[in-house]
């Protein structure tokens, strides 16, 4: 999954959960500890393109956006600007949309910057200078935006694209990894969660099968599992996504590539 809806402006984070063993002295030493930056880590591989991300709670279409990724330039460094797009659905046609815009370094997947703005007039616009993010907030009720500008120990991966962690990590089966999540809406807290690649598997999308590498994502601090990842190292890279929730139902995300809108 990409970039998702989050927060007040309907924009859906998706987040993430650790593997747990019974030795704790072989996990560390079989486990990746990857902070931002870290070698094991290359999203290089990645290239443009489009793909319309559905989300599903039972059999009901309950949201829809168009994910857009181009990779390019700036300033000599190369980077992932990701397009998220919300689109009405049948079943909630008056819904709030929102257009998020986010850029990344395209190696480490550092965030650098993120713009969301929202169809009730809401916005956040944000970029991460170093160790301190910058930018201005307006909710929809405010007359006028107040400044950001807060600065953080530690820096993560965008919490609403943490599947891109394991994919830019290779995908080999039996990895472990524990990466840092970070979300704009706390820019001070970063989660660590614990990604496990479990190994190719059949999944049907929308309804076609689709070969993909299983990934559970859980929390650390809890070991409670956050989602399971079918997962490509070719566009659209997420093809399929279930997320527990608190009431017990599994929220699925599918993922089918579309073409490219030319600028």
Do not use: C
């Not at 902070?35 to 989300?55: C, L, N, T, W």
């Not at 290779?170 to 990895?175: F, N």
């Amino acid at each position: 999954m990409r970039p998702t809806l989050l927060g007040m402006l309907g924009m859906l984070a998706i987040f993430s959960v650790p593997a747990v063993t019974t030795d704790a002295a072989a996990q560390s030493r079989d486990t990746i500890f990857a902070e931002v930056g870290h070698p094991s880590i290359d999203g290089r591989m990645m290239r443009d393109h489009a793909a319309r991300v559905r989300i599903y709670r039972g059999d009901s279409l309950v949201s829809q956006w168009l994910n857009e990724l181009t990779v390019g330039d700036s300033a000599g460094r190369r980077v992932m600007r990701w397009v998220t797009t919300g689109e009405p659905v049948p079943l909630l046609p008056g819904r709030p949309t929102s257009v998020l815009r986010q850029t990344y370094d395209a190696r480490t997947l550092a965030p650098l910057g993120y713009s969301i703005t929202g169809s009730g007039g809401g916005y956040v616009h944000l970029t991460v200078d170093g160790k301190t993010v910058r930018g201005v907030r307006k909710a929809p009720a405010e007359a006028a935006p107040s400044h950001v500008e807060t600065p953080f120990e530690r820096i993560g991966f965008f919490a609403g694209a943490t599947d891109l962690v394991p994919i830019a990590a290779g995908l080999r089966k039996g990895t472990v990894m524990v990466a840092p999540a970070w979300s704009p809406a706390t820019p001070t807290t970063t989660e660590d969660r614990v990604f496990t690649v479990i190994g190719d598997t059949t999944v049907m999308v929308e309804g076609k099968p689709r070969r993909s590498t299983k990934v559970e994502e859980h929390r650390r601090a809890t070991g409670v599992l956050y989602a399971n990842w079918y997962l490509l190292l070719e566009s659209p890279y997420m093809v399929y996504g279930e997320l527990p929730l608190p009431d017990g139902r599994v929220q699925r995300m599918t993922e089918e590539e579309v073409p490219l809108r030319k600028p």
